[in-house]
Structure formats: C-alpha cells, structure tokens
C-alpha cells in the first residue's frame, strides 16, 4: 500500500530546502523499497516550519517540519509514513493552533493540493462558483459580488461590486478583466502564495469575472520576480485550456473568455493601475490622468475590470456558497476575510487568514509570537512602504479599513512588517522618502521632486542642524506630496513620515547610537 506525502513546491519553501527534501524522501523510499507517492503543493504559510512535510494517515494529514534533507532517514526509522512519533512531529496539521483557529475562505486550498492538477482542484471544491454563475444572467452574478460586500485587497478597497457594475454597464463592443498580480508592497506575499498554490482559483475568479461585465479577455500582470509563480499559473492557464474551462466556448457555455499571462519588469509603479495599463500596452508605466477611470476607459482604451490576486481569488467561494455567507464574515463595511501576512522581526512570520475584526496585537502575539529577536515590538508598519509606523499604543485596534483609516493608518494589502525596539525611525522615515525617489514615474513634480527633497530634509534634521525649521519645512513638504500627487506612490509617502514624526519624535532629535543605547 503507497502513503502519500504532501511536500510544498513553494518559492519559500524550496529557499529553505524543500527541494533537496523530496530528492531525499525519493532515494531514502526507494533504497526502503517503500511505496511513497509525492504530492508537491503549494504551501500553508507557516513559514517558521518550512520545509513542512505532511503525511497521510488513516485518520488525518500529520505534520512533521521544520524538516531538512539530513533528518529524513530518522523520520523513516521513526515511522513517519504512518504518523510515527518524532522530534519533529507537529500532530494533525489542523490542529497546530496558527492554523486551527484560522478562518480560511480565499486560501483554504494553499498547501492541501497540487496546484496543477485539475482533478484535485475541482475535489476540493473547484469551479463549483463558475458553474453556478454560468446559469446567472451577468447582472445577477455582480449583484451576488456587491451583496457579498466584497473590496477589493489591493490597498484602496473600494467596493468590487460597484467597480464590476461600472463595467457591466459601460457602453461597447469589447472589454477587458485585468488582475493586478504585481505584488510590491513590503511584508506582502499572499498574493504570490495563492498563485503558486491555487492557481485555479485565480483563473475561476477572472472568468466568472468575465461573464459578469461581458469581457471575452483578460490578462494576468505579474511580476518578473516571482518565476515559481509564473511557471505554475503559465501550466494551470495550459490545462484551463484544455480542460475546456478557457476558450471559446467555456464549458459548451457558448460565452468566451480567453486568458493571457504577462510579465512586468519590476517597476513598483506599476503596482498602480493606470501605470499597470500603460506598460501591459506596451508602454512605459506612467501613471494616467483620472478621469477618465480605467473600468470607462480602462486597456486600449475598452472598459476595465482591474483587481487584484486575492480580490479575484475571494469570488469563487461567494458565488458557490451565496453573497450572505461572505457577508456574515467580518465587521462594519468590512466584510469576508483577509489573508494577513506577518513579516520582518517576528517569531512566527507567515500567512493567516481571518475575518475582518481581528485585532494587531492578536495577529501579532497570538499568531505571531513576538519577535523573532525576543525583544519588544517597538512599531509595526501596516499596508506596504507606504503604510504609516504605529507604536505599541495602537496594537488593539481591529483589521478593518475605516478603523485603520481613522488611526491615520491604512490596511492596504494586508502587509505587516515588526520592528523590536532597536529600531531606528528616522532611518526608516528617510527610507520611505528615498524609496519614492527610486520609484517614482516622474510624472508629477511633488512625487518626483518632494521625495528627494525630502531625504534631504531629513539628514539635516537628524544632524541637528534648525531642527524646528527642519521640521515645519518636512510636514509642510509632506502635505504638498499628500496633496498634489497624481497617485498614491507620493500621496502615501507622507504617511511612514509623519507617523515616525509624531510617534517616534525622539529619533529624529537624538542621534541613533545615542538611542539604541538608551534602548
């Protein structure tokens, strides 16, 4: 009888030896002469464990991980194969409590099948929402997606049903679904997860997309630095094709939908929409004027859906289980879940899903663990580079946008980057400056001009030289940029500096060494 081991094909995974793992399960069964089937998946997002192996058994999958090349023969001798006792057994995979108490609507298949295969997509609850909204009129489907609540989780959350319904009913003959797959912000990876673990599910959110707006195209714009993402999403986008679930005639529908991958450079910018237009057409990723908006006059100049990974990801499951069943997930305006992702100096750095109302310090403690240094958390940034610095002060309050955006903060994509206290703000405000200067388009003179100026500002501030000055000349700087960008790139970068400003006013008055010895 075979056992069937589950082993992550998964960029992080495979950067700690997740390769050389399933070499070695492969030679170490076969000098056994055991019958081992190897399942390579995406992977669950508990990247402390990573390499993660997950076995089989009678009664559950059962974890063993962290787990490295030279600890497979012992998990042999140990019995692994039937969820045998060892040092590095994590007991059922669903009941190690960072998962248990996880609220996994969008990514509850990452790290459960092959990401590739067809067959285990659709066993798991694959394409069941695509066969519902084919027998829905397209109205129908984008009432199911605003009654659902759905935003969208690219950073502005505006409401994906209105965005879909602008589309829907904008005159002309051709339109377009573009998902924003260019994954940039700090601390961010759950769009690149989903990708490279349940592709599938992207692919059945565009096309269900696709009929809701009467849009026969669509493209996926993804960043160059994720080639284990594009290289699953390039054979699952193959196999859609063939299986019938892409084309011409979707699944003898007679309603087409055709579905290309592109790979963008790596510009930041180009994480904005209208830049995102600009270089998908061939162009160099310059930020548009609005009006007129992308879902009026969107890709070559036709109307426009464009959402992001996880946005499109989100509508499979409200169109197989109902708008009201999303909705009853989460809080205020808020509604369904978000995949929240912990990184920087955090013990238990990784993906966790839940619904909105969840709070920082419990995502930060309960799942995270603290730091990763055993050090206290002196500041979190939320929502990318551009995402204000938040002190301990505001831990408790809740993962929803209009809280966040009343702290003066934004959720963004879900991003979260921990600092403990040896941290130097001043540095880290002067690194949002320059990273605007770096990413700028150039297009708009207070993004392209105020940034660099703003770097400048703050090196005369920490050394001391007119700092009162320094400083009212820095706010000031920050509300021309807040004010007068075309785009968010220099609209937000206000938010890291102000926040460092007015929360870690000590850092800018006090020269680092100073303060890391105080600290």
């Not at 009432?143 to 589309?167: E, H, N, Y």
């Not at 993962?399 to 003066?408: K, L, S, T």
């Not at 007119?466 to 000349?473: D, Y």
Request: glycine share 12%; with cysteine; net charge neutral.
């Amino acid at each position: 009888m075979s056992a069937t081991v589950y082993i992550p094909r998964e960029a992080t995974a495979l950067s700690l030896g997740a390769q050389s793992v399933a070499r070695a399960l492969a030679e170490e069964a076969a000098r056994r002469q055991d019958a081992v089937q190897i399942v390579r998946t995406g992977s669950r997002g508990l990247f402390w464990l990573e390499p993660m192996l997950e076995v089989a058994t009678s009664a559950a999958r059962v974890a063993y991980g962290p787990v490295q090349a030279a600890d497979v023969a012992g998990l042999f001798e140990a019995g692994f194969l039937t969820g045998g006792k060892h040092r590095l057994n994590l007991g059922p995979v669903e009941s190690i409590p960072y998962l248990k108490n996880q609220e996994r609507l969008t990514c509850g298949r990452l790290g459960v099948i092959d990401p590739v295969n067809l067959d285990d997509y659709r066993a798991h609850g694959g394409y069941a929402g695509l066969t519902n909204a084919l027998a829905m009129e397209p109205a129908a489907i984008v009432k199911a997606v605003t009654d659902s609540g759905l935003r969208g989780r690219g950073g502005a959350a505006f409401p994906t049903g209105i965005k879909w319904k602008t589309v829907h009913d904008a005159p002309g003959a051709k339109k377009y679904i573009v998902c924003n797959a260019d994954e940039g912000d700090s601390g961010t990876f759950s769009d690149r997860l989903l990708m490279e673990g349940d592709p599938f599910c992207l692919i059945e959110g565009m096309t269900i997309a696709g009929l809701a707006v009467g849009a026969t195209s669509g493209y996926v714009y993804l960043r160059c630095e994720y080639p284990h993402a594009q290289d699953t999403m390039t054979q699952a986008i193959a196999t859609a094709y063939a299986a019938g679930y892409l084309g011409a005639d979707v699944l003898g529908s007679g309603r087409a939908f055709e579905l290309q991958l592109r790979m963008g450079a790596g510009a930041y910018i180009c994480g904005e929409e209208t830049s995102l237009l600009e270089s998908l057409e061939g162009r160099r990723g310059q930020i548009r004027f609005k009006p007129p908006l992308p879902a009026l006059k969107g890709l070559f100049g036709c109307p426009t859906v464009v959402n992001n990974v996880i946005s499109f990801a989100s509508v499979p499951i409200i169109l197989e289980r109902g708008a009201q069943f999303y909705k009853d997930y989460g809080m205020g305006r808020s509604r369904g879940s978000l995949p929240i992702q912990l990184a920087g100096n955090i013990a238990r750095g990784g993906l966790v899903e839940r619904a909105f109302g969840v709070t920082l310090r419990e995502l930060l403690y309960d799942y995270g663990g603290g730091t990763r240094s055993g050090r206290p958390i002196r500041a979190v940034q939320v929502g990318g580079p551009l995402g204000a610095y938040w002190p301990e002060s505001k831990f408790d309050t809740p993962v929803d946008y209009e809280a966040f955006a009343g702290g003066g903060g934004m959720l963004g994509h879900g991003g979260i980057v921990v600092f403990d206290d040896t941290v130097d703000m001043a540095a880290q405000a002067r690194y949002a400056m320059e990273f605007c200067a770096i990413e700028s388009c150039g297009k708009c003179t207070p993004c392209r001009i105020g940034s660099t100026r703003g770097v400048e500002v703050i090196d005369r501030l920490v050394a001391g030289d007119r700092t009162a000055m320094q400083q009212t000349l820095l706010r000031d700087l920050c509300d021309t940029m807040l004010n007068g960008s075309l785009c968010a790139l220099g609209g937000l970068t206000p938010y890291p500096v102000l926040s460092a400003l007015d929360y870690f006013p000590e850092d800018f008055s006090t020269p680092a060494a100073l303060q890391a010895a105080k600290r």
